[in-house]
C-alpha cells in the first residue's frame, strides 16, 4: 500500500504542471484522495502515522502546501473579480471547469459534497464558529447545501433582479451569498444562530457584496413580504415547519411565489395543495414549487 501511495506521489511530484491555475479541477482531486488517506488526515493534525515513513509523510505535506497554494491563488483571482463587481462571469467559467454542473457522474447523491464544495469555500473563505445559540427541538442543525444544488436552485427559479430571495434557516449564508454573487436579486438570510450570521455578514462586507443582507432571527418572526422566491434546506420540521408554512400560504395569497426545498422538508411542501411542481421533480434531490393563483 505504502508503495502505491509513493509510486503516486511520486509521480505527482513531476508532474509540474499541476500547479498551473487552470488544473485546479485535478488538484482538487488530489487534496481530496490525500486527505482519504488513512491516516494521513490525523497525521497532519498531530500523531505520526506508523504506517507511514517519515519520507513519505514530509513528501505528501510538501505536495499538498503547493497544491493549496496554488488554489488559494486562483480562488483569490475569483476574490478579486467579485469585489470588482464580475464576479458571475469568473465563478461561473470557474464552477464549469471544477465540475458541469450538468454531469451527472458527479451527483453521487443528493447531499454528497465535491469539488464544487471545495470551490465554494476557498471564494467564501468563511471559518465555521462553533454555535452558540440553543436549538429548540424542531429546529435542525447547520449543514450547507451542497453547492451544486444552489447553482441548480438559481437556474430552475430563474433567479433575476426582480427577484428578492430568502433562505429561511441559512447557517452560513451559501446561498443567499452564492446567488447574490451570480445573479442581481436581492438575497436575504434568515438564521437563528448569531456567530452564523456575522460571518455570514463579514463575508458579504468582504466581497463587497451590496445584494446581500442577514438578520438574525427565528424564521416564524420574519418579515417574508418582499420575497419572491423562498429556500429551505429542512431547516426545521414538525409545528415550526407547519407554521412557516402557513406563512408562506399567506404571501402566496398576495402573489405567486416559488420556493426551492431540500432534504426531507420537500415531502410537505409537496403535500400542499397551493403548491404545484415548477417544471418535473428530477433526481437530483432539489424540489422547485410554485404557488397556484390562489386569488381566483
Ligand atoms: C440544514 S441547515 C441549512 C443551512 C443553509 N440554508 C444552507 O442550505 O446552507 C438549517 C439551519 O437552519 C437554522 N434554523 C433552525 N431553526 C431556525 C429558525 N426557527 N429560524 C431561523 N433559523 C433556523 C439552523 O441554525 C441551521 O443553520
Not at 502515522?49 to 505535506?61: A, K, N, Q, Y
Not at 471544477?98 to 467564501?124: K, N, Q
Request: proline share 4%; hydrophobic share 40%.
Amino acid at each position: 500500500m505504502t508503495d502505491t501511495w509513493d509510486a503516486w506521489i511520486s509521480r505527482l511530484e513531476r508532474d509540474h504542471s499541476l500547479l498551473e491555475p487552470n488544473r485546479l479541477r485535478q488538484r482538487i482531486e488530489v487534496l481530496d484522495r490525500l486527505e482519504s488517506h488513512p491516516t494521513w488526515g490525523a497525521g497532519r493534525g498531530g500523531g505520526a502515522d506508523p504506517r507511514l515513513s517519515t519520507e513519505l509523510h514530509d513528501r505528501m505535506g510538501l505536495l499538498c502546501a503547493d497544491l493549496e497554494a496554488a488554489n488559494q491563488r486562483v480562488y483569490a483571482s475569483i476574490r478579486e473579480a467579485i469585489q470588482q463587481g464580475n464576479g458571475a462571469q469568473s465563478l461561473l467559467e470557474w464552477a464549469a471547469a471544477v465540475g458541469p454542473v450538468d454531469d451527472v457522474r458527479h451527483r453521487v447523491d443528493s447531499e454528497g459534497y465535491d469539488g464544487l464544495d471545495a470551490l465554494l469555500s476557498g471564494v467564501l473563505q468563511i471559518e465555521e464558529p462553533s454555535p452558540e445559540a440553543q436549538l429548540a427541538a424542531e429546529m435542525v442543525f447547520y449543514q450547507p447545501t451542497p453547492a451544486r444544488h444552489i447553482f441548480e436552485l438559481i437556474v430552475r427559479t430563474g433567479l433575476s433582479e426582480h427577484d428578492v430571495l430568502f433562505d429561511l434557516g441559512s447557517g452560513l449564508g451559501h446561498v443567499p451569498l452564492l446567488a447574490a454573487i451570480c445573479t442581481r436579486a436581492r438575497c436575504v438570510g434568515i438564521e437563528w444562530e448569531a456567530a452564523y450570521v456575522d460571518c455570514a455578514r463579514r463575508c458579504a462586507k468582504a466581497l463587497n457584496l451590496a445584494n446581500v443582507t442577514f438578520a438574525r432571527q427565528d424564521a416564524r418572526a420574519a418579515d417574508l413580504s418582499s420575497g419572491t422566491v423562498f429556500y429551505l434546506y429542512t431547516p426545521f420540521t414538525g409545528a415550526m415547519l407547519g407554521d412557516v408554512l402557513a406563512m408562506l400560504r399567506r404571501e402566496a395569497a398576495a402573489r405567486e411565489i416559488r420556493i426551492g426545498t431540500l432534504g426531507p422538508c420537500t415531502a410537505n411542501f409537496a403535500r400542499e395543495p397551493w403548491l404545484e411542481y415548477a417544471g418535473m421533480p428530477n433526481s437530483s434531490g432539489l424540489a422547485v414549487f410554485r404557488s397556484v393563483d390562489l386569488r381566483v
